[in-house]
């Protein structure tokens, strides 16, 4: 089903899944060269011409990771309809699937992102393994989540639509684009109750300071990020068989 969603992807495209290549390679130029490079964008005094560059690439390729899950789960079970009614499997397989899926697409533009790195001179290391666990924190609460609103949207199709604009301010409201060090305290307060702030802001710090992530501000993440999955698992357990009859 993996494989599947993948070639789905590239289905009568000319290049087919050159196309997951080509893509990430092509975001990685523009936010390195035409931001650090012809808009010459600094970060905290850096004299790094590529900072800024290396500094979205970071926050921005790990929150499009978040939202490819999170977006995706509200039509999960309304667009496989048609599966789920022909085919008897564990319907847990679909949410499993998408996670595995998006984990594929982020895996080719990380893996380019740190290829350029390396040509770059600027790989930070060892420590480029802490991605790992804050990863694992983050697509959990994004799975949990995903299965809550999926579950909910097909009795609200609502739902869908609404997390859309819910994603857009949520974007703003989270340090992807932009240093939390230049918004005045009081909105530094209000972004810090974002749950997504520190984990993006200690991807950027490793990027671009091969500095560890102060893993002791990430308890409570931990444990939100597993309530969330179990609450997703429970909802999505209890309105199984009403969600066959729904759609």
């Not at 984990?199 to 969330?228: K, R």
Request: some cysteine; glycine content about 8%.
């Amino acid at each position: 089903m993996v494989w599947r969603e993948f070639q789905g992807r590239y289905l009568n495209s000319l290049l087919g899944s050159l196309w997951a290549v080509l893509h990430p390679i092509a975001m990685v130029f523009v936010y390195t060269a035409i931001f650090s490079k012809i808009m010459q964008a600094r970060i905290g005094g850096s004299e790094d011409p590529l900072a800024y560059g290396l500094f979205i690439c970071a926050g921005l390729f790990t929150w499009a990771f978040f939202v490819e899950l999170i977006g995706r789960c509200p039509n999960l079970f309304i667009d496989q309809a048609n599966l789920l009614k022909k085919v008897n499997f564990p319907r847990l397989t679909l949410p499993i699937t998408l996670l595995l899926s998006a984990t594929i697409n982020f895996s080719i533009i990380f893996g380019i992102f740190l290829t350029f790195l390396i040509v770059t001179g600027r790989f930070p290391g060892f420590v480029i393994i802490s991605f790992v666990p804050l990863l694992l924190i983050q697509q959990a609460f994004a799975l949990g989540l995903g299965m809550i609103l999926g579950s909910i949207n097909v009795f609200f199709r609502d739902v869908g639509h609404f997390l859309n604009i819910v994603l857009q301010f949520w974007f703003w409201l989270t340090p992807v684009v932009y240093p939390s060090t230049i918004v005045p305290e009081n909105v530094r307060n209000l972004l810090n109750l974002n749950p997504m702030t520190k984990i993006i802001i200690a991807y950027q710090e490793i990027i671009l300071h091969g500095d560890w992530p102060q893993w002791e501000q990430f308890g409570l993440h931990f444990f939100i990020a597993l309530g969330t999955l179990v609450l997703g698992y429970t909802v999505f357990k209890a309105l199984s068989d009403d969600i066959l009859d729904e759609i």
